[in-house]
């Protein structure tokens, strides 16, 4: 496998050295992860181009995760462990490092605990999806404090690009170099029709040239939901509901091409406030699969019952959540008004603080900030934002202009 010119940390319009601070957005399979695999090994035994012949000792490893940081940046295909040639480094799982016989070490840290980069110090650090970080400009900024070693602090920030705070400050700082890599120029490296099956039916939709071309998408302007408020929306935890329900929006066929089913869990707290729990939309070829899902997350937070949706399969939605569990409450609702009117609403109750997300949602936020009045880009079926809209809907049917659910 060979680099391409654009892996190298080298600018190629002035000819000058590695950056402190390599931000490289890419698409997915576009070899982000690989080229900070090698950056850190390149700087761990003073290679050029990565280096100028100083070998750096002290690594931070920084993933959405504790599990992400061993999985991928250490341990996966592409990964620190798995490029290694000379001097393979081992981890030791119970001090959370990574140590090459050199004596360098990597420490890895969560962006689920800015607080654990309060103290130690590093002279190069390794940030991988930074996008999707839970606490990305406490983690980011707490990281910064700590780049105080050697004669020349290093940062290398991988990611698929997020319209975030955190991603538009860096893109918009001077002081970092950007670097995009695009899955396409990549795909000689990835299984046979991979990009040829995502090009089709992604390319040229807004999910395409983020996940594809690794393009910073900048929120719909006409989508209901934006970022910052999403942002605005998140806790660290639910705390005390005094209710919880499981919504579900069924395929309308069971083909291995038909649409995902929409699993979105909320609940409503003391204050009267609706907080989404899960997001547990799978491709389903069988109704017995999102059937189980559902059912699956229902009795896991303990849920008072489900809210499934039955204008396209009518009885059987109820049917075959009923063969999983007979003992599950089920509510049959039926749309009766389009999916934009009947969203509306409940992002009105997001723009007053009604609603919080316990937690980070990637893939149904990046759903509902390109929801639009003529649905998804590309002409995508928005089924998380649908079962989002069902929850919600149930939980605060008199909430500002929300409409109440028929019962069937």
């Not at 999707?132 to 990281?143: C, H, P, R, V, Y």
């Not at 989508?223 to 919880?244: K, Q, T, Y």
Request: proline share 6%; net charge neutral; charged share 25%.
């Amino acid at each position: 496998m060979s680099a391409r010119l654009e892996q190298y940390p080298i600018k190629q319009d002035t000819g000058a050295g590695a950056p402190a601070c390599w931000l490289v957005t890419g698409g997915r399979g576009s070899g982000k992860t690989r080229l900070g695999a090698e950056w850190v090994n390149g700087l761990a035994h003073g290679m050029p181009p990565f280096s100028s012949g100083h070998r750096y000792e002290h690594f931070a490893l920084v993933g959405e995760t504790l599990g992400d940081v061993r999985e991928v940046m250490i341990e996966g295909p592409s990964g620190i462990c798995a490029i290694a040639t000379d001097e393979r480094p081992r981890y030791e799982t119970s001090r959370r490092r990574l140590v090459w016989p050199s004596g360098a070490v990597a420490h890895a840290f969560s962006s689920e605990d800015p607080e654990s980069l309060r103290g130690p110090q590093f002279e190069a650090a390794w940030c991988d999806e930074a996008a999707k970080w839970k606490n990305a400009e406490a983690t980011f900024d707490m990281l910064q404090f700590g780049l105080r070693l050697g004669p020349r602090p290093m940062q290398i920030i991988t990611t698929t690009p997020r319209p975030t705070r955190l991603m538009r400050r860096l893109i918009a700082d001077p002081a970092v170099t950007h670097a995009k890599l695009s899955t396409e120029r990549n795909a000689a490296n990835l299984s046979a029709g991979f990009f040829a099956a995502l090009s089709e039916r992604y390319g040229g939709t807004r999910l395409g040239r983020q996940e594809l071309e690794g393009e910073l998408i900048e929120d719909r302007e006409d989508a209901l939901w934006s970022r910052e408020m999403l942002v605005d929306a998140r806790v660290a935890e639910a705390g005390a509901l005094r209710r919880i329900v499981v919504a579900v929006d069924p395929p309308a066929g069971s083909r291995k091409t038909s649409d995902a089913c929409g699993i979105v869990a909320a609940g409503l707290d003391d204050e009267g406030r609706a907080v989404v729990l899960d997001d547990a939309t799978l491709k389903a070829a069988q109704p017995q699969a999102w059937a189980s899902a559902a059912v699956a997350v229902y009795r896991r937070l303990e849920a008072d019952c489900i809210v499934a949706e039955v204008n396209q399969g009518g009885d059987m939605v109820t049917a075959v959540i009923r063969t999983v569990d007979a003992t599950v409450p089920v509510k049959a609702v039926r749309a009766n008004r389009g999916k934009w009117l009947r969203a509306e609403p409940v992002a009105a109750l997001y723009s007053r603080g009604r609603v919080r997300h316990a937690g980070r949602f990637a893939e149904l936020e990046d759903e509902m900030c390109d929801f639009g009045p003529d649905g998804l880009s590309g002409g995508r079926s928005p089924d998380r934002v649908d079962a989002l809209v069902w929850a919600i809907t149930d939980l605060m049917p008199r909430a500002g202009a929300v409409p109440r659910i028929r019962d069937f």
